[in-house]
């Protein structure tokens, strides 16, 4: 079921373009030049129900941008955005009542209440009958951890609380789609997996659509199975990441042990990258040639005792995305 739809999405912005130096800065007080600047050029994709999708850029290419236009915080210039066959542009308030949002550097939570009277404010702002609203926060509760906490005031809470009280804030009115940017930054590998751990859960037990902006490589693998990549304003890659990354990262790494030390390595179907004693690392396009015919090749030449095979990693595969 479509749940999310973009067709031909514009977001343009007009702003002064600012002349530089002292004559500049006067000359700007009394005319300035106006440019306008596409941030979402041409956008058309659908998420369905249940996905967890992973929406990612360098900085600037239009992420933000495009959230915003979807939780209807802002309007494209051109194009149609339904989120469950609504314009949350003309229909805010119906829409947002299936949304959670959570903004990694940003705060939904009342930072001089404690993290249980936040959540008692959130009900009735939500209007959540109370019968629903215990069960809920029970279950939020367990799955985060978060009894430990419920009675410190948000603002003595450590990042990593603060991020699980985010997200049971976002969740506490049982949202059909959660939207995540940069859900993870600044914690630490425990925190981390904690908050990973809690998205796996409600997407498996709520069919709760995830769309997750992040930096962290990490998040992407762990959570997604669908990436969306933009940039400069355009969507350049969609599909299941397994294919987006065997496409893109066009090498694997081959980890080999051999009987002997060598000094070098003749075989043609590889790039060496290190040989330290009896180990050798290197790569080779597996575009080209098949692990089975590498290692054939490798061992006419060498006794291979033992050895892995990489797969191709999801960071190459993104650094190439945004070089191309």
């Not at 802002?74 to 949350?88: K, Y």
């Not at 061992?299 to 191309?324: Q, T």
Request: glycine share 6%; aromatic share 4%.
């Amino acid at each position: 079921m479509e749940q999310i739809v973009l067709d031909h999405v514009v977001k343009e912005y007009i702003v002064a373009k600012k002349k530089k130096g002292m004559l500049g800065a006067l000359v700007n007080l009394f005319h300035s030049e106006k440019i306008r600047v596409e941030a979402v050029k041409d956008i058309s994709c659908t998420i369905e129900k249940g996905e967890i999708v992973g929406y990612i850029g360098p900085n600037g290419a239009g992420k933000s941008t495009t959230i915003k236009m979807m939780s209807g915080i802002m309007h494209p210039t051109s194009g149609s955005i339904l989120v469950n066959g609504l314009s949350p542009q003309k229909n805010r308030k119906e829409v947002v009542k299936n949304l959670g949002v959570v903004f990694g550097q940003r705060t939904q939570l009342y930072w001089d209440l404690r993290l249980g009277e936040t959540f008692e404010l959130l009900k009735r702002i939500y209007r959540l009958p109370e019968e629903q609203y215990q069960r809920t926060l029970e279950e939020l509760r367990n799955v985060l951890g978060l009894d430990q906490f419920m009675d410190i005031p948000v603002r003595q809470l450590s990042l990593g609380q603060r991020m699980r009280g985010e997200l049971a804030a976002a969740m506490l009115h049982e949202p059909g789609i959660l939207f995540l940017d940069e859900p993870t930054i600044g914690l630490d590998i425990d925190a981390k997996q904690a908050i990973r751990d809690f998205i796996l859960e409600m997407n498996r037990k709520k069919k709760t659509t995830v769309i997750l902006t992040s930096h962290d490589l990490d998040d992407v693998m762990k959570l997604c199975t669908r990436l969306i990549v933009i940039n400069k304003g355009v969507i350049v890659e969609d599909g299941p990441i397994d294919e987006i990354v065997s496409r893109m990262a066009t090498y694997r790494m081959l980890i080999l042990e051999v009987a002997e030390p060598v000094q070098e390595v003749s075989c043609d179907q590889v790039e060496v990258m290190k040989i330290e004693g009896r180990k050798i690392w290197c790569k080779f396009d597996h575009h080209a040639h098949t692990a089975a015919e590498v290692i054939h090749a490798l061992g006419e030449e060498m006794k291979i005792v033992d050895l892995s095979v990489r797969e191709p990693d999801v960071e190459d595969a993104i650094s190439n995305i945004y070089h191309s």
